[in-house]
């Protein structure tokens, strides 16, 4: 789809074009008898806007996101006794306070550009959420959850590239698989042969902008002596003349979309490049760092008011430059565990367990907070100190996989986990 400031909406017999204020007002921020609009990018793909693709992002929130302090149980009087210091305010109570979602729950405040994308049934949250490993090691716990496989180190492959290699894709494209990472992420490692970037322009570099150079490299890698090398390195060129041709470089931020500064912005607009250019995307792995937050965590304000502002200000213009082609997109963020229910004495907050997960974008059925909540009452904390997992990371992917990328044999993505689709939170559209 060739990027451009307006909408067209066609069909047999009609055509119109929406503006951007237009488009802004149909999106969720405007209220319509009987509550909000319907999901924008729904709409948008019904209108024939899309080009069918899709694809899923991740998000993976490096450091462990103090769920608690994201979506906010501010309905429960335990969430407050537990943090006098860095709790965030309920709704009505003056500057700073919780955006409101159902009544119990509320967005921290920094979430505030993802809040339309909610009232519009774009985004929902899941939580209580996350890895029934009892680990609290970052590494551990991370690799854990990007295998698939808890509490299992033998796992030498990603469950994202054992999806891929399940799903039956025609003609796969060698960009089908992207990580915008300094490395390859373990949820990419495999067979499906991901593809590491730090940005098209430096990824495009690679080929070099002589033929004589790409030619040699190219002779090098696919000689007898390459081995395993070779295919991986005929994709790698093959995927260099794709961005070459698509001209994905030169996609600037459509409909306004203003990405923060840093490597998370970064990545993002690339992904959306990427999507944009249809250089067949389908799926694509994006990280944010900084949550470990042990000491002078905040609440309103401070350090992961700042964090969540950088993070939503970052999907909400991912969202606002993919415009209708969110339809095809579905962004899942995630995070190797939650921290504790009690604020430390540094006023800050320790490794936890259960945490909150995020999905955005096509087929989402969101407006709504999802899994089974636990409570925060001292009997109900795991261990006596933290929120429990009472919806595992993998029923979530699961039905996304299932759901949006056509995914049938999910026991060899998700191996030893007994998955039941009784247990499935109904959260994507079929």
């Known amino acids: 789809m060739k990027p451009i400031s307006k909408f067209e909406f066609r069909n047999s017999k009609l055509k119109t074009v929406f503006d951007r204020r237009a488009f802004l007002k149909s999106s969720g921020l405007a209220l319509v008898a009987g509550g909000f609009l319907p999901n924008v990018f729904v709409r948008m793909a019904q ?3 899309t080009a069918g693709r899709r694809a899923l992002v991740v998000v993976f929130q490096r450091g462990a996101v103090d769920g608690l302090n994201v979506v906010v149980p501010h309905g429960e009087k335990a969430y407050y006794d537990a943090r006098p210091t860095i709790a965030i305010p309920a709704p009505g109570r003056g500057e700073g306070s919780a ?10 405040p920094s979430l505030a550009p993802l809040f339309p994308l909610y009232k519009d049934r774009s ?7 996350g890895s029934p490993d009892p680990t609290r090691s970052h590494f551990d716990a991370q690799d854990f959850m990007e295998c698939g496989t808890p509490g299992l180190k033998a796992t030498k492959d990603g469950f994202l590239s054992r999806a891929l290699v399940a799903q039956s894709s025609k003609d796969p494209s060698p960009l089908r698989a992207v990580a915008v990472t300094p490395g390859m992420p373990r949820a990419l490692a495999g067979e499906a042969q991901a593809i590491t970037m730090a940005s098209i322009r430096e990824f495009g570099l690679r080929g070099g902008e002589g033929s004589a150079s790409a030619g040699g490299f190219e002779s090098l890698y696919s000689g007898a002596g390459a081995g395993e090398f070779s295919a991986t390195a005929k994709d790698s060129f093959e995927a260099v003349r794709i961005l070459k041709a698509s001209k994905a470089e030169a996609l600037t931020p459509a409909n306004g979309a203003q990405y923060p500064r840093g490597p998370y912005g970064d990545a993002l607009k690339e992904v959306a490049r990427l999507v944009r250019a249809d250089v067949g995307l389908e799926v694509a792995f994006v990280e944010s760092n900084g949550w470990d937050h042990h000491t002078g965590e905040g609440g309103s304000r401070g350090q992961i008011a700042n964090r969540l502002r950088d993070f939503a200000t970052g999907l909400a213009a991912f969202a606002k430059d993919l415009g209708s082609r969110m339809a095809d997109v579905t ?6 565990f939650g921290r504790t229910v009690r604020e430390n004495g540094n006023r800050g907050t320790d490794h936890g367990h259960g945490n909150v ?3 955005l974008g096509g087929g989402v059925k969101g407006g709504k907070v999802y899994g089974a909540w636990p409570g925060l009452a001292s009997e109900k904390l795991y261990e006596g ?5 009472t919806t595992d990371f993998r029923d979530i992917f699961a039905e996304v996989l299932a759901k949006r990328l056509g995914v049938a044999k999910l026991r060899t993505v998700f191996p030893g986990y007994a998955l039941d689709e009784n247990r499935r939170l109904n959260i994507i559209a079929a």
Request: glycine letters at 8%; charged letters at 15%.
């Open 331 to 336: 962004v899942v963020t995630v995070s190797e």
């Open 99 to 108: 955006l409101d979602l159902d009544g119990y729950f509320g967005f921290h």
């Open 47 to 49: 209108a024939g806007t």
């Open 357 to 359: 997960a995020f999905l």
């Open 123 to 129: 985004l929902a949250a899941v939580h209580a959420s």
């Open 385 to 389: 100190r933290d929120l429990a997992v």
